[in-house]
């Protein structure tokens, strides 16, 4: 008996166990039906009742309970029919959204020539898509229209008016002067006066305009200036004026400018034989005192036998060589240049060394001698032993010379007879007390060439180097004695 009752507790527990197991997948699914939509749809009034003319305005909010992201698209029955739909700030076309995030977008209605009671609502019905999820999820606005004109002549003045002035005026030029007008409510005006004036009187413009409610318009000035005005620095005024009331009004700085041309340019050239003469007339058609720098390109071989009248600054820019000149004029002044050429000189020039060449032709020594050395041998740091060379040429194209080459040798240094090809002794050596003489006996016909080599060394070794002496050649021809000199020649180790 008393084991029955200690069995029944736990069977009771099992019991209400197995109870409990059993309606859990219940109460699981009642407890999802009790979670989120995937997407919720929430309207805001801002502005639910309207007179004619008036926008209603609500805040739409889309929620995107989903953890996927999705693409949603506003619609509106019977838009463009019945209602006009404004939306900001944000298209309704295509509203991308991340997963469990939402969005807000300001919606405004008015309607298209519905008939009005403040009683009777209208119902404007939005109707959001969710493009990815393939659902779609309406909602209902209440609004009223409310009846009535509005005598929107009550309503304060609402414009804002810009003007736009170009920065820099050029005198010489016409400009366009534009004042915008933008009317913020649905007040209409009528024969509203647009002025506008410069504070020195430079400017003075008057226009008349109408301006519907909630209309724009430009009022466009056409303005000139006197081509020689000077600069200026003025105020344009601006006024707006409804009945005599100001309704706007502004400035904004006028700055007239120096206009920058260069100087009117004319050249008068003036030519003579071998000779120009160029005079250029400089004017300053600016309206004020201009310091320009004018320049004259003038090529190296002109500008050698140019001078410019006033004095000119020669000067090179990239790579183009120039007269030039700091001029400076006051307004309408004129001044002239004038650039002188004179290519005779270098007729001159020629004449002169044609003069020079025929004359060097003529008289120059028919016969010319070059000494040089060769093989130069040293002993000890100094010279020992060297070979001389010696080119004897007859320039002569029709007359042959016999030649007599004399060739003195200092005191330290004395002939070396030595046997060689090309080298040719001379016919006599001549021993005085400041040293040997060689001499040779030749022939030279018509532009013949002579080359003499002979060998020499040094009774001591020279150190550091040594002068040698010109050799002389007498040369006759028709009962004629000519002497000529060949260099020096300094002979050194180095």
């Not at 069977?11 to 979670?35: C, G, V």
């Not at 009317?183 to 305009?209: C, F, I, P």
């Not at 071998?274 to 005079?279: G, Q, T, Y």
């Not at 309206?287 to 036998?305: A, D, H, I, T, Y």
Request: aromatic share 8%; hydrophobic share 40%.
């Amino acid at each position: 008996m008393q084991n029955k009752r200690a069995v029944r507790p736990v069977l009771a527990f099992m019991l209400l166990l197995l109870l409990i197991i059993s309606l859990a997948p219940f109460a699981a699914a009642n407890h999802r039906d009790e979670q989120l939509p995937d997407v919720v749809v929430h309207a805001t009034p801002i502005k639910d009742r309207a007179f004619p003319g008036e926008w209603l305005e609500f805040d739409l909010t889309i929620r995107n309970n989903k953890v996927a992201d999705d693409i949603f698209r506003v619609r509106v029955e019977e838009e463009s029919t019945s209602w006009s739909v404004l939306s900001k700030p944000m298209y309704l076309s295509a509203i991308p959204m991340l997963g469990k995030r939402f969005k807000t977008a300001r919606m405004l209605f008015k309607d298209i020539n519905l008939r009005r009671d403040a009683r009777r609502p209208y119902g404007i019905t939005i109707i959001v898509d969710s493009i990815r999820g393939h659902e779609s999820y309406p909602i209902t606005l209440p609004v009223y229209l409310l009846p009535g004109d509005l005598d929107y002549s009550r309503l304060q003045p609402n414009l804002t008016v810009t003007m736009d002035v170009p920065d820099r005026i050029d005198p010489r030029n016409a400009y366009s002067f534009k004042i915008s007008l933008q009317n913020g409510n649905m007040r209409r005006y009528k024969d509203l006066a647009v002025e506008m004036k410069s504070s020195s009187g430079l400017v003075e413009q008057h226009a008349t305009v109408d301006l519907d409610g909630q209309g724009s318009k430009v009022v466009d000035f056409t303005i000139t200036f006197p081509k020689d005005q000077p600069p200026v620095e003025d105020t344009l005024l601006f006024s707006v004026i409804n009945n005599k009331t100001t309704l706007a009004s502004g400035s904004t700085p006028l700055h007239i400018v120096s206009f920058r041309i260069p100087f009117n340019q004319t050249v008068l050239v003036t030519e003579s034989f071998l000779k120009r003469v160029e005079e250029y007339t400089l004017t300053n058609d600016e309206n004020v005192r201009e310091q320009q720098v004018f320049s004259v390109p003038m090529p190296l071989f002109q500008g050698l036998v140019s001078h410019a009248e006033p004095s000119a600054t020669t000067e090179t820019v990239d790579n183009v060589r120039s007269f030039s000149w700091a001029v400076a004029l006051q307004p309408g002044e004129t001044t002239h240049v004038t650039i002188i050429t004179n290519y005779r000189v270098y007729l001159y020039l020629a004449i002169l060394i044609a003069l020079g060449a025929f004359l060097y032709y003529m008289f120059r020594n028919p016969v010319t001698m070059i000494k040089q050395t060769e093989k130069i041998k040293t002993m000890e740091g100094g010279i020992a032993e060297m070979k001389i060379v010696l080119m004897v040429k007859n320039h002569s194209k029709t007359r042959p010379f016999q030649c007599q080459l004399h060739e003195r040798l200092p005191h330290m240094i004395t002939y070396l007879k030595r046997e060689e090809h090309g080298v040719l002794p001379p016919d006599k050596v001549i021993r005085t007390k400041n040293g040997e003489v060689l001499r040779w006996l030749f022939d030279l016909d018509p532009e013949d060439e002579r080359i003499v080599m002979y060998y020499v060394k040094t009774k001591l070794s020279v150190l550091g180097g040594l002068r040698l002496p010109p050799a002389v050649i007498r040369i006759n021809y028709e009962d004629t004695h000519v002497t000529a000199k060949s260099n020096e020649l300094d002979v050194t180790t180095e």
